[in-house]
Each structure stands twice: as structure tokens, then as C-alpha cells.
């Protein structure tokens, strides 16, 4: 199992910026898959991006070119750069991490954009 920490939500202007963090309580070298999901009001969650098994990038369509997934394997950190943030991508945004099978999810973050 995997603890998870979610920070870095707030309040941001349409077409600002954010940066996401999600540190692991162990090394993500041990972790199969990692990464960033969101779930809007009245809404289903749904997946933002993450790293997959074999440590490849899978994006959301409608987040692709906009949103940024990385990592930094000291700091057992995934990181979320968000650019160019409309109303649409309001939501709490939640961290999530598969080890052997077990699926882990963070507390979550809230993101809201103003227009």
C-alpha cells in the first residue's frame, strides 16, 4: 500500500496556471502506475494523465498539450503542471497510485478556475 499527499489546488483566473504535487510514502520506483485523476460536481471521476506501468505518459484528450505530468523519483513526487485553465477544469483533483494490484487514491486537491 501507498500513502498518498495531494497539495498545490487553489483559486486561479481562466488561462492561469497551476502546479499539482502528490508525494508517495514510498519510492515510485515500487509503484506500477501513478498519476492524476479529477472528479466535477455531479460528474464522474475521470483521468488526467499518468505514468503507467512501464513508465509511460497517458493523457485525457481534452488535457493533452494543456497539462503536463512528471516526476521526481527523490522526492517520490508526481507533479501536474496545468496551463491554459478554463472554468471547465474546476474540480477536486485526486491523486492515484496502483502497487501489485492495489489501487491508492490521495485526499484530493480542489482546483477552481473564475472566468
Known amino acids: 500500500q501507498v500513502q498518498l499527499v495531494e497539495s498545490g489546488g487553489g483559486l486561479v483566473q481562466a488561462g492561469g496556471s497551476l502546479r499539482l504535487s502528490c508525494v508517495a510514502s514510498?519510492?515510485?520506483?515500487?509503484?506500477?502506475?501513478m498519476g492524476w485523476y479529477r472528479q466535477a460536481p455531479g460528474k464522474q471521476r475521470e483521468l488526467v494523465a499518468e505514468?503507467?506501468?512501464?513508465?509511460?505518459?497517458r493523457y485525457a484528450d481534452s488535457m493533452k498539450g494543456r497539462f503536463t505530468i512528471s516526476r521526481d523519483s527523490f522526492k517520490n513526487t508526481v507533479y501536474l503542471q496545468m496551463n491554459s485553465l478554463n472554468p471547465e477544469d474546476t474540480a477536486v483533483y485526486y491523486c492515484?497510485?496502483?502497487?501489485?494490484?492495489?489501487?491508492?487514491w490521495g485526499q484530493g486537491t480542489q482546483v477552481t478556475v473564475s472566468s
Open positions: 505514468f503507467t506501468s512501464g513508465s509511460r505518459e
Open positions: 492515484r497510485a496502483v502497487v501489485n494490484g492495489y489501487e491508492s
Open positions: 514510498r519510492s515510485i520506483f515500487t509503484i506500477n502506475a
